[in-house]
């Protein structure tokens, strides 16, 4: 039986979700289809919350991956306020859809959307 003190080294040493997570969007085509995947599936139920969670997974792993500095390279690239990009990699804040087609298009992505009737 683990004892308080065990617990929580286990816990402190176990791999953390997001972390794990983080580490399996580091291939490029691995976010192409998380980003294909919610992006459809707010378009069918409009969970933009959902989808707006998984792009913010995606520019983090960008920015784990490119290391120090990746915020504010991306911010100008995309002309954002890197204060208000950090914010919303952090979690702090929710980006405007507006925004949220700005980051599509700064990690190299086209957004085509098309309109059939129902």
């Not at 990699?89 to 859809?97: A, H, I, S």
């Amino acid at each position: 039986m683990l004892n308080n003190s065990k617990l929580k080294q286990y816990i402190d040493n176990a791999p953390k979700w997001e972390d794990k997570h983080l580490e399996l969007l580091q291939d490029t085509e691995s976010q192409k289809e998380w980003l294909e995947i919610t992006l459809n599936d707010f378009l069918n139920d409009g969970d933009l919350e959902t989808f707006i969670r998984c792009l913010t997974d995606v520019v983090k792993a960008r920015v784990k991956a490119n290391g120090h500095g990746a915020i504010s390279k991306l911010a100008k690239a995309l002309d954002i306020d890197r204060s208000n990009l950090s914010e919303i990699v952090n979690g702090y804040k929710q980006p405007r859809l507006e925004t949220a087609f700005k980051l599509l298009n700064g990690l190299g992505y086209k957004c085509d959307i098309k309109l059939e009737s129902a």
